[in-house]
């Protein structure tokens, strides 16, 4: 092949610069007209831009936090507003009002379910009792405890073993009687004023014999994890010399997972025959209105 005169290499190198300069045209022509697309469209609404990458974030954190609280759920552990904060939102601190609204349509729509505030929990020890009222006398009290938990909303007819069944995790026989240990032994405490000494509850426990019939653990160490999860508090009064006073007093989930409709709906199950006067009695107990009542 008969080498490149200096002509030929120069024509060659400026057909190279008019391809290069035509590309970067086309590119800026591109870039201008999506430009001005878009600000015809902010011109319409004000802030599209913001608005437009919001609502893809948006959408985004609201499927997060639908995630963050069913594997809160899973693991019966609370919702907290700090965790949403921290691991959800991220640099959108101030998007928390709208994401949690979301979350709540979509926990609604799709699995029956929904966000609810937890209780804040209450001073029971003489000097947790000294530290609350310190922070009231300096305006600190809480009035929110910032934590929320899952509960259904499903109508009741929907809420039947059949159709609401046990986790299978770690198996259906095992979540079963957890469930039905910690329900039996928040119903106790409510019949029983709202508070259980520790005696009175051994006492129950054994003839129901719970060391036989729990399946997961010993009972012990069942009542150790109702109490890590929430549904109940175990109270001690430490004294100098005496021994320690141990109380037992529904927690801030039991309270809202097992409401006194529920506790009626146990006791009518395990009494088997009622009396005529026997629901009104027990709704009396439980502070439930009657139907006819206003």
């Avoid at 400026?14 to 391809?19: F, I, Q």
């Avoid at 999506?34 to 609404?45: C, F, H, K, T, V």
């Amino acid at each position: 092949m008969p080498p490149q005169t200096q002509t030929q290499r120069r024509r060659r190198t400026a057909n190279h610069d008019e391809a290069d300069e035509l590309r970067r045209r086309r590119q800026s022509r591109r870039n201008n007209e999506l430009d001005e697309s878009e600000a015809s469209e902010g011109d319409q609404d004000g802030d599209v831009d913001m608005e437009r990458d919001g609502d893809g974030t948006e959408d985004q954190l609201v499927k997060k936090l639908v995630r963050y609280a069913l594997a809160c759920e899973y693991a019966r552990i609370p919702i907290k507003r700090d965790g949403i904060r921290d691991k959800v939102l991220g640099s959108h601190p101030r998007s928390f009002k709208r994401v949690f609204e979301g979350a709540q349509a979509q926990l609604q729509k799709v699995f029956g379910m929904e966000m609810v505030e937890l209780p804040v929990k209450e001073k029971r020890t003489l000097k947790e009792k000294q530290k609350a009222n310190a922070r009231k006398a300096a305006s600190q009290s809480a009035t929110s405890s910032r934590q929320y938990i899952l509960v259904s909303t499903l109508p009741s007819e929907y809420k039947s073993q059949s159709i609401v069944a046990p986790s299978r995790i770690p198996s259906t026989a095992e979540e079963a009687a957890y469930v039905g240990f910690y329900t039996m032994v928040v119903s106790l405490i409510v019949l029983n004023g709202g508070e259980l000494s520790d005696t009175k509850l051994r006492r129950y426990l054994a003839r129901m014999n719970a060391s036989q019939n729990l399946p997961m653990d010993k009972t012990d160490n069942v009542l150790q994890k109702v109490v890590r999860q929430g549904y109940v508090d175990k109270v001690v009064e430490r004294s100098d010399g005496d021994e320690d006073t141990v109380t037992w007093c529904v927690g801030s989930r039991g309270r809202v997972e097992i409401p006194p409709e529920s506790i009626a709906a146990v006791v009518r199950e395990v009494w088997g025959d009622l009396p005529d006067d026997f629901n009104k009695k027990l709704q009396r107990s439980l502070g439930i209105q009657e139907p006819n009542e206003p």
